[in-house]
């Protein structure tokens, strides 16, 4: 059996400045955060299925990949996630069954609409509690999202060139926790972890190597928890894992544009936006 490659693909500096959904007129913090949110229901929906976090894991970072090629004017960013988490489960070898995928996603998305119409309505201050209402076996519903399951998946195995090969961190974080002496604080590998795991709703994986990624999460926890390191200009810890300073900074930032605080009307507008039809219609209003 021969060993997994551990070359992935990144985007180009032209995919980066110039993202399909950018030439479709979407802002790019619309685009951020609706990646962000897709990922975020990969999370949920992983955490509802009890699925392995390497499959949520490659999933999120599957979806990142394919907005570098695909638009969210095109494909909209939950169909995409309910695809790529099918697709990640396969891969990593611990499928799921088709309904119970599509009923947890029903049930995300029921929420996120009841969450949308509670805020347009005068009882945003007290709204109604969300109650979950299973579709029909045999409803219009079930059979709309096994399409948009379906046609998600090859999609993004079609547009992706069949390379869905995902390098995780976790085992590059351990690594170099040890190599720096951090092993022994577990405050620090659990916040490091951590800050991994937020990266996930970042593109930070489609843009830069796992080096350059766990360095960040390193350099956030050393510094949140106040350990020193070596960091003179001539002697930088983080060159002796090749990683770039303005790189390593411009992930640090990603990962902690997460953190910003967004007003209720920021959040309902990006899950008002999670299917294509949603989307083309904000739009237009915007146009108009």
Known sequence: MSARPTLYPLASLSQFHSTPSAQDSI??????????????LIHQAGILLNQKQVAVATAQILLQRFFYVSSLKQFG???????ALYLSSKLEECPVRMRDLINVYDLLLQRAAHTVASASSSSLHHPAEFKYT??????NTFYDLKEALVVSEMQILKRLGFDVQVVLPYGTLVNYMRLLGLTSRNE????????????????????????TVVSA?????????????PSSPE???????????EDLWSVCGYIMRLYRERT????????GLLSKKDLRQWLEGRIT
């Open 27 to 40: 802002p790019r913090h619309v685009e951020d955060d609706l990646r962000a949110y897709g990922c975020k």
């Open 77 to 83: 960013v939950a169909d995409i996630g309910m695809g």
């Open 134 to 139: 299973p579709m029909s076996y045999f409803g």
């Open 188 to 211: 620090a590998v659990s916040m490091a972890w951590g800050y991994l795991n937020d990266a996930l709703q970042t593109p930070v994986y489609a843009l830069y190597a796992v080096p």
């Open 217 to 229: 999460a390193i350099l956030l926890t050393t510094r949140r928890l106040g350990i020193s390191l």
């Open 235 to 245: 002697n930088c810890w983080w060159e002796l894992f090749d990683v770039e300073w």
């Open 264 to 271: 209720t009307a920021e959040q309902v507008e990006i899950m």
